[in-house]
């Protein structure tokens, strides 16, 4: 082209680390040259044609693929001898997520929108307190975008979308008078680069649509970006520009949630379109939940195939199990992974997915359970004739769905207990210990909860619900409530106690798991329609109507919760105890305490429940017990516990057992050390195997370690 080449210095664009330290400007196709050119005054010369081929700047390579033309300038820079070298060199390349070829960005007219002043608005909109974001960290994404204060550009040259509302016409001015006089949903703009003029209107009217109009307007080709459109959706949908009763009793909303990548996407441009066009925010609060991965680390996508349908999930576990579980995946960290299984279309199995699964690259695989084969789950454009395909799931909703039967069966057995049942308020003078300590916990849980749920950390309320239902009160609080139902003296009591804790429990749970808390809530209804604490009232038609559980401060009681955490300690020590040495689980056993004397006080009132959750016969407890012969024995922080073992166990049989045991864990030590000790197997064999060895050389020493405490504990008078 004979075209003279300027010479700049630009420290911003100029790596010195990479190649000569000299580069090639091309300011109409490259972001960052685009800015080097704009800070030298470079002409912006555009070669592309929008189908990739060379335009009539190129020259003599004008018409050919771009391609092709890069093939011709190498050649002809040969010929002229002009080249140095050429050299292969790793480089950022995008590429078209669809086409999944390269990009190749070149300077074209586009639509803008001025950024300035709806930035500033929505700068102070979050800066000022109005909008807050949950985790608050997400706020500093949102904040810094805006205050870079670069246009948005709006236009897009894609088949589908919202056309922009710009017609173009070539008529004189006094004809765009006569038409549309005085209106004020028309107006227009002089174009004088390209002698048009630019006709804005707010529908598509005749005098610009019809074939016959003295105007002869066309519309732009291009659409709007899908952000835009998606900017005025939460004033638009309740009718706006119209003034309607939806728009002035719902907007602005409460809370939106998504997704960390959208933000500058989306959440920014709500807020500015949302001042713009109503002068209000669009909401209060911005939720960011975390980014679900697959095992691997890797976004889940339809293409990939390592996504797991919801109905899918619903279907396998139930609609709360999925609701649960990803409740429990909500944490305050920036992305969580959920492993993906393969559901074995023979048997149910889930059969974990590994990579090579991924992208369709595997079309059979075998089910290590039943032997029989299958097709992967993935996108698959048909069905297979031979294989089944399989359904995709995660084992982490098998915990929702396990807490779901424990909560049910929970309500179950408080219902089957309701015959007799007369509602009551209760006096907190009057309640024993074990009601005051599920108060306490029921009063602090409820506190907690609500307080994480008005912060948005609903892995934390899952949490907080799954343990206090699923420990505090299926395991121990019920347990311990079954002796008081079998007495006529203590029944109403336990009864109002059981309803009242139940009831709150299925309306703190019902944001998490609602379909099997309305359910619950329906069965209370026809057993205890007025119940409640401290004083029953009638219950709502509906747990989605129901008040929100609130308790006295007052019925919060430190002391009395560790006293009980010393009791469940107590009673988690003779159970493993007895386990450990295979005690018949009819058997009762006799047990020594050595404890301080306070402490021994605060556990004598508790003994009933001693002995009936750790099936305890006979009991000594004080500063002066010591231990017996033959005893297995639990150190903690308060106290001693020692498990009598003398006529209870075959002592000479157990300890050949446990020896036959040590022995066992010996020859596999070996075996495992064998393995570490060789220079080969450490080198050759992939980490995670190697790391797998060595957690298991770990494993194995500890259990050698308990087996000896085991053997010394059979040992007669050891002290």
């Not at 297995?632 to 498990?643: C, I, N």
Request: glycine share 4%; hydrophobic share 40%; aromatic share 8%.
């Amino acid at each position: 082209m004979n075209r003279e080449i300027p010479i700049i210095a630009d420290a911003e664009l100029v790596d010195p680390t990479l190649g000569t330290g000299a580069v090639k400007v091309t300011p109409a196709h490259d972001f960052r040259d685009y800015e080097c050119g704009l800070r030298h005054g470079l002409p912006m010369i555009n070669i592309l044609n929008p189908d990739g081929t060379i335009n009539a700047n190129g020259g003599r390579y004008a018409g050919l693929d771009r391609y092709e033309a890069r093939r011709r300038v190498i050649e002809d820079m040969q010929r002229l001898g002009l080249l140095e070298g050429v050299e292969d060199r790793q480089i950022e390349l995008a590429h078209s997520d669809r086409s999944k070829t390269p990009i190749e960005p070149y300077l074209s007219e586009q639509w803008f929108v001025r950024m300035a002043s709806l930035a500033e608005r929505a700068i102070e909109a979050v800066e000022s307190g109005r909008i807050r974001f949950f985790p608050e960290r997400y706020a500093r994404t949102y904040l810094d975008w805006l205050k870079e204060k670069r246009d948005w550009c709006i236009s897009r040259q894609l088949w589908w979308g919202h056309r922009i509302p710009i017609w173009y016409t070539q008529v004189d001015e006094s004809e765009l008078r006569r038409l549309f006089g005085p209106r004020t949903d028309v107006v227009w703009r002089r174009d004088d680069e390209h002698q048009q003029w630019l006709v804005c209107a707010l529908s598509d009217l005749p005098e610009l649509t019809a074939p016959d109009s003295p105007l002869q307007a066309r519309q732009d080709p291009d659409v709007l970006d899908t952000w835009f459109s998606s900017a005025l959706w939460p004033h638009e949908v309740f009718g706006w520009p119209d003034d309607t009763p939806d728009l002035r009793y719902y907007y602005p909303t409460s809370v939106l949630v998504t997704s960390r990548d959208i933000i500058t996407l989306w959440v920014a441009r709500m807020v500015m379109m949302g001042l713009y066009n109503t002068g209000q925010i669009p909401f209060h609060h911005v939720y960011v939940h975390p980014k679900i991965l697959d095992g691997f680390g890797e976004t889940m996508s339809k293409s990939k195939g390592n996504g797991v349908d919801p109905l899918d999930i619903i279907s396998l576990y139930g609609t709360d199990a999925l609701r649960c579980g990803l409740c429990q995946l909500a944490t305050e960290t920036q992305d969580v992974r959920m492993p993906v299984a393969n559901v074995c279309p023979h048997c149910q199995a889930l059969v974990p997915q590994k990579q090579e699964h991924l992208y369709m690259r595997t079309r059979k695989v075998t089910c290590p359970h039943c032997k029989q084969p299958f097709r992967p789950g993935g996108p698959w454009p048909s069905e297979d004739p031979e294989l089944p395909t399989a359904r995709q799931a995660s084992e982490r909703f098998e915990i929702g769905r396990n807490f779901a039967n424990k909560l049910w069966n929970a309500a179950r057995f408080v219902l089957l207990n309701l015959e007799g049942y007369t509602p009551a308020a209760i006096a907190w003078d009057e309640l024993p210990l074990e009601d005051r300590w599920i108060l306490s916990r029921l009063t602090d849980v409820a506190a907690e909860v609500t307080g994480d749920l008005e912060a948005y950390r609903l892995a934390e309320v899952a949490r907080r619900l799954y343990d206090f239902t699923w420990s505090e009160f299926c395991d121990w609080y019920v347990e311990m409530s079954k002796a008081r139902l079998r007495k006529a003296s203590t029944r109403p009591l336990v009864q109002r106690m059981l309803v009242g804790v139940l009831d709150a429990i299925v309306r703190l749970l019902h944001p998490v798991m609602p379909f099997v808390t309305e359910s619950l809530w329906q069965a209370l209804n026809e057993s205890a329609a007025d119940r409640g604490l401290p004083e029953p009232r009638h219950a709502a038609d509906s747990v989605m109507i129901a008040p929100w559980p609130q308790f006295p401060a007052t019925w919060r009681e430190v002391t009395v919760e560790r006293q009980i955490a010393r009791l469940q300690e107590l009673v988690r020590a003779i159970r493993n105890l007895r386990s450990n040495f295979q005690v018949p689980e009819k058997a009762a056993v006799e047990v020594t305490v050595r404890t301080d004397a306070a402490i021994a006080r605060q556990l004598e009132p508790l003994r009933p429940f001693i002995e009936q959750l750790a099936r305890v016969g006979q009991w000594h407890c004080g500063p002066d017990a010591t231990r017996p012969p033959q005893a297995a024995a639990s150190v903690h922080a308060d106290f001693e516990v020692y498990l009598h073992l003398q006529g209870l166990v075959d002592v000479a049989a157990e300890a050949k057992r446990l020896q036959k045991q040590r022995q066992e864990k010996e020859r596999q030590l070996q075996t495992v050390r064998a393995k570490l000790a060789n220079h080969q197997f450490i080198s050759k064999a992939p980490p995670e195997v190697v790391e797998q060895q060595r957690q298991l050389e770990s494993d194995l020493l500890d259990q050698l370690r308990i087996l000896e405490e085991h053997l010394a504990s059979l040992q007669p008078g050891r002290e």
